[in-house]
């Protein structure tokens, strides 16, 4: 477990710069945040965002901006966030932009069904979801995970959200109420109008109790179905020289924005 929730976020750069320096590994990272509305850089540029923030706050939600997205998220003990961390080599092909998406997406399916969750995932954007995206991936049209891509150097970090359990009603709403008062009069500009019945979590989609450590089961298997050895990652001190970098410019991100 990292010092701080940010810490956690910034792992995905520092980890593709160790994939940079030695692209004979792949990296994933899974990691728990509890009650966090993770913001993009266009969240930043809202015109009432100090609303936002105020309002995300008193429902006991730390706002954390991020650099990987666009839009807002919920984190939480009912979130798994995911991270897919490679060299850009499928072969000798470098990956494009929806090559390293449909990696992801058919990873997940494959961590989900050795896990023993079976259902029909559909892959396509839900408009009135928050942070809608080409690669979210539903289930009889509601959406239970969202997808984003960061690229440094010769690195690609895909990244995941998946909704396991909890109220992912309350999640849309709580983000829903965050666009509403960061807009104010201007809800013309082009930010989602998050409507929460359409997304759900995965444990009410299928009918059955998914658990967290599903992923981590799931994610094990398919590890070694592809003939790897799952090692866990001690950080270097050259992680943690980027990690203290990455901190210091992440921090003056959020105080641009009010958050100290």
Sequence with gaps: MMDSSLDELLLADVFLKEVNRHPEQIIWHIWPLEKTVILGMADCRL????????????????????????????????VVNLSLIIPNRLGEERLDLGQA?????????????????????EVGEIRDSYCPGAYDLSIKGKKFA???????????AISAYLSISGSQQERGE??????QASLGELPELSYPQVNPASMGTLSDLLGQP???????KGLTRLVNRLGHRPLSYTLSLENLA???KGKKEALARQQKVGLG
Excluded at 174 to 179: M, T, V
């Design 146 to 156: 969202g997808l984003a891509q960061r690229r440094i150097q010769s690195g690609i």
């Design 47 to 78: 015109p009432h965002l100090a609303q936002g923030l105020e309002g995300i706050q008193k429902q006991g939600y730390q706002p954390l901006v991020r650099s990987i997205g666009g839009l807002a998220v919920v984190a939480d003990a009912g």
């Design 210 to 216: 998914v658990q967290t450590g599903a992923v981590l």
């Design 242 to 244: 980027d990690l203290a």
């Design 101 to 121: 998406y449909q990696l992801m997406v058919a990873c997940i399916k494959e961590i989900f069904s050795l896990a023993g969750y079976s259902y029909e995932v």
């Design 174 to 179: 709580l983000i829903r109420d965050f666009y």
